[in-house]
């Protein structure tokens, strides 16, 4: 799952010259926090689970490489 966030982020950053991407996610894999966005917004195993509004901007990842 990583690799693939990987491939998908140097696309986003280098063929296509994205300046910012942004997610919502559980895990981090390299973005920074910048707010709550939903609270309870979907189900896993009957747990409801939040839903956290993550940026990485090309500088980022080029620095995080």
Not at 18 to 41: A, N, Q, W, Y
């Amino acid at each position: 799952m990583i690799e693939a966030v990987r491939a998908v982020l140097r696309h986003c950053f280098t063929a296509i010259d994205m300046h910012r991407v942004e997610v919502t996610i559980e895990p981090k894999l390299g973005f920074v926090r910048e707010s709550r966005l939903l609270r309870d917004c979907f189900c896993v195993n009957g747990n409801f689970r939040s839903v956290l509004m993550y940026g990485l901007i090309k500088l980022d990842w080029h620095d995080a490489k």
